[in-house]
């Protein structure tokens, strides 16, 4: 029994549901399918970064369109997603860095962003105070800010379907296949075929592309994060690192989040990753020297989401360059939260309208052509 | 003093010091295996044998016959090469056998060949109206206070549950000079037809003999009371009294100390955080392991003993220790499994040390009254989520445990879910009209105990540091 819809959209990331949201907000009857169920994997275990600052250039459109969104996002879901803006800060912790945050704030600058701001030492601790004092300054982005991923996550997917959009949770997609114009994609006993298709598979997504024809370049990753037990409050923006791999985030009840990108192993057919404590440890030690606050913490919990990661760290977006009515949305790099928003807006607008005001060119599967591999 | 594994890697590596677990360390060690005991009490014993070789309890019919039992497995541990080293808490094990280990406030980490994990259990969730107030403690508590530093209750003390281990306290309290003032009797009426079938089982078992009389002995002295189906403890801000309903009549009691207890359930912390399969046990009402006949589990390498697989008793703890370190000698020196008890030897034995076992799981099995509590009773200790909570957020969209860690951060806290994951599971069962095995459980993560920053932040450094990902 074949159900025809106007969208099937592969994945219950916060990208597959904010993109079958949007389709709906467009009039259109999508259909979602989430092996697991939504946010199982990175989009619910995830930093909850909602974080403009330090991006690649090519993704900076889709990061501002996204953060519009974001600034809204109770009127759009009905749920606050526990959405905070407090800033991001990027620390420099010595002169050289600061060098870098200095020419970084620059070249944005001169492409028209200006979300970016240099800090000097004094602004850098007006904003953290418990920030080791040998650090000169740093690069603030103040809209940004952090919110929680499963939460957002289930009510991206809970919105969707209230809206009208099919959900298949706890079964794969299987059976992919493309027929007079309609894609056919099977649901254990059921069959679900559509004119699109929306491959937003996360760390699956690269096997989906690969079986149509398009292999990129992803590799699968599972990006490490550990929580303490509460501390007096101390901090209110989300602290990245210039120099080390460090991410840190306090919230409302006192716990921190710790993170910033060292990789647990994937076992990604299990659903599994197994930690690498003497990697988490480096984090600690960071931690220790720069926030003496933490120092008697307790670490409660750690974890990894499993993820695909571009060769080039950037996600590919956008209609695929073999197939009609295909279309790949995966390979976020570690830094896919925050896009969610926006980029299910804009994919909705490539598949309503056949384009989007929102400049997305660089990001395209077309780069990976074997001619440019 | 703190003293770290004098090896980087062991043949076994085994977890836990109780029945089970001095009984495969001995084991392994004998048949010369490098064998490593870690465990996080400051002597050997767990909780059943607990304090054995320090407690200040030196009548020995005080604590009875079967706790001193424990003291020949010491003997033979302590005869043995095994390594042993207490106050050690394991944070960490994953599939390649890799074990993270505090001790003494400094961690280390070793690697084994095969672990065994003797975890044992944990008393099960007694989730009434009241269950936080300062005065309600679990039984077991109260028996930890008991065998290690000799105190009793002195003030009106209430004792409210069912199970062996509740008679047992009872028992020991009172020859230790305790005071009790009345035992509130939770089990089933309906149990008793139930466990009917089972009952030739239990009657040529050891438990019979001893249970009776143990019961008996505290029945000639304290006021008990069969049939309660329902219970809940108040006071303002500290116990002050116990109310609960037997044959339809309610009656309120003034009480100090109210101990709890309705029986235990394998502590399957660790086990599942290094992936081990569980299945839901619909007689115990818990999580068990999915293991052999040898205690091996789901990861190849990680065997489970004692308790930890499956509610048992220390008799049988004792033996599955013995199998699990059998299947161990067998995998890593055939050869000196010769000097072994035979396996048969010792299925037979543990087929006896079980016998009475079913009778006991169907006749004290916990009613749904006092396992799934409603409306503002605390469900979760660490975030104060109560019944209520969770079911608001199964109503918006939660549909099982891990989602609701989103909704209302329920096994987020410290206990990492030992006091209310149970409790969670079989709520969330009832309300969306599943099987405990289809909500499922956390998913369980290291740390499985807390450890400070700072001693994270101590590890030696490893080359992964170098290398550059861009950050998330």
């Known amino acids: 029994m074949t159900q025809t819809v106007d969208a099937i959209v592969v994945g219950g990331g916060i990208h597959g549901c904010s993109t079958a949201l949007h389709l709906c907000l467009a009039g259109l009857k999508p259909v979602l399918i989430e092996k697991d169920y939504a946010g199982r994997h990175a989009s619910g275990v995830n930093a909850g970064g909602v974080r403009q600052l330090a991006r690649h250039i090519p993704e900076i459109p889709l990061s501002i369109r996204s953060m519009g969104i974001w600034e809204k996002i109770k009127d759009l879901l009905d749920d606050d997603c526990s959405f905070e803006s407090h800033g991001q800060v990027l620390v420099a912790e010595n002169e050289e860095e600061l060098a870098v945050c200095r020419a970084r704030v620059a070249e944005l600058n001169a492409l028209g962003f200006t979300h970016e701001e240099l800090i000097d030492a004094t602004e850098l601790r007006r904003l953290v105070p418990a920030v080791a004092e040998t650090c000169p300054g740093g690069v603030v982005s103040r809209r940004d800010g952090a919110a929680n991923p499963a939460q957002t996550t289930t009510a991206f997917r809970r919105k969707a379907q209230q809206l009208g959009a099919t959900v298949r949770e706890g079964v794969a997609a299987s059976n992919i296949r493309y027929s007079d114009g309609l894609w056919y994609v099977a649901v254990g006993a059921e069959t679900f075929a559509a004119p699109v298709l929306v491959n937003a598979a996360g760390a699956w997504a690269g096997k989906i592309a690969a079986a149509l024809g398009e292999p990129v370049p992803v590799e699968t990753v599972a990006p490490m994060l550990m929580i303490t037990s509460r501390v007096p409050h101390f901090i209110d923006p989300v602290v990245i690192l210039r120099g080390r791999k460090l991410s840190f985030k306090q919230f409302t009840n006192g716990t921190v989040l710790i993170g910033g990108g060292h990789l647990a192993t994937p076992y990604q057919d299990r659903n599994e990753t197994v930690l690498d404590w003497k990697s988490l440890a480096t984090s600690a030690r960071t931690v220790f020297e720069l926030f003496p606050v933490m120092r008697s913490a307790t670490i409660v919990r750690a974890w990894a989401g499993i993820e695909a990661k571009m060769k080039d760290d950037i996600p590919v977006f956008g209609p695929s360059s073999r197939h009609k009515g295909l279309y790949h949305q995966f390979g976020f790099s570690l830094h896919g939260f925050q896009l969610g928003p926006g980029a299910g807006a804009v994919m909705a607008e490539l598949i309503v309208n056949g384009g989007t005001q929102t400049r997305i060119s660089e990001l395209g599967i077309d780069r990976f052509h074997p001619s440019t591999l | ?472």
């Open chain 2, 1 to 472: 003093m703190t003293v770290a594994p004098k090896r980087e890697a062991y043949d076994v590596v085994v977890i836990g010091a109780g029945p089970a677990g001095l009984a495969a360390a001995a084991t392994s060690a004998e048949a010369g295996l490098t064998t490593l005991l870690l465990d996080e009490n400051i002597g050997p014993g767990g909780q059943v044998f607990r304090a054995i070789s320090s407690t200040p309890v030196t009548e020995r019919s005080q604590l009875g016959a079967d706790y001193w039992a424990g003291a020949d497995l010491v003997q033979s541990l302590r005869a043995s090469s095994a390594e042993v080293i207490h106050r050690a808490t394991v944070w960490s094990l994953d599939r390649n056998l890799d074990i993270a280990v505090s001790i003494g406030g400094a961690s280390a980490f070793v690697r084994a060949k095969r672990v065994i994990l003797a975890t044992g259990a944990l008393e099960r969730p007694f989730p009434i109206p009241g269950w936080t107030l300062p005065g309600v403690m679990t039984a077991g508590a109260a028996q930890t206070m008991l065998k290690s530093s000799a105190l009793v209750p002195d003030g009106r003390t209430v004792i409210a549950g069912q199970g062996p281990l509740l008679w047992l306290l009872a028992a020991q309290i009172l020859r230790l000079g305790g005071r009790i003032d009345r035992i509130l009797d939770t089990t089933e009426r309906g149990n008793y037809l139930a466990a009917l079938p089972h009952a030739f089982a239990f009657l040529t078992s050891p438990y019979f003999t001893k249970g009776l009389s143990m019961m008996r002995e505290v029945k000639a002295k304290v006021r008990v009371v069969s049939g309660v189906t329902e219970l809940a403890a108040t006071g303002d801000g500290q116990l002050t009294s116990v109310s609960y309903v037997a044959g339809g009549k309610r009656e309120t009691i003034p009480a100090d100390l109210l101990l709890l207890h309705q029986g235990v359930v394998p502590n399957v912390n660790l086990a599942m955080s290094a992936d081990v399969e569980h299945r839901w046990d619909d007689l115990q009402l818990c999580w068990s392991p999915v293991l052999d006949a040898s205690g091996n589990s789901s990861v190849p390498g990680i065997a489970i003993a004692g308790d930890g697989a499956g509610i048992g008793g220390a008799n049988a703890a004792v033996v599955r220790g013995r199998i699990a370190a059998r299947a161990a000698v067998e995998a890593l020196a055939a050869a000196a499994a010769a000097k072994l008890p035979a396996m048969a030897t010792l299925r037979a034995d543990l087929a006896k040390a079980e016998r009475g076992r079913v009778f006991l799981d169907t006749l004290f099995r916990p009613s749904p009254q006092f396992r799934i509590p409603s409306g503002d009773t605390i469900v979760c200790r660490c975030e104060e989520v109560t019944a209520k909570d969770v079911l608001d957020s199964v109503a918006i969209g939660a549909t099982g445990p891990n989602q609701l860690k989103a909704y209302r951060r329920t096994g987020m806290g410290p206990c990492q879910g030992r006091l209310c994951g149970l409790t969670v599971t079989e709520l969330m069962a009832q309300a969306r009209g599943k099987t405990p095995q289809e909500i499922g459980y956390y998913r369980l993560r290291a740390p499985v105990k807390p450890i400070t920053l700072a001693e994270l932040a101590a590890v030696p450094k490893s080359e992964a540091d170098i290398k550059a990902v861009v950050r998330g």
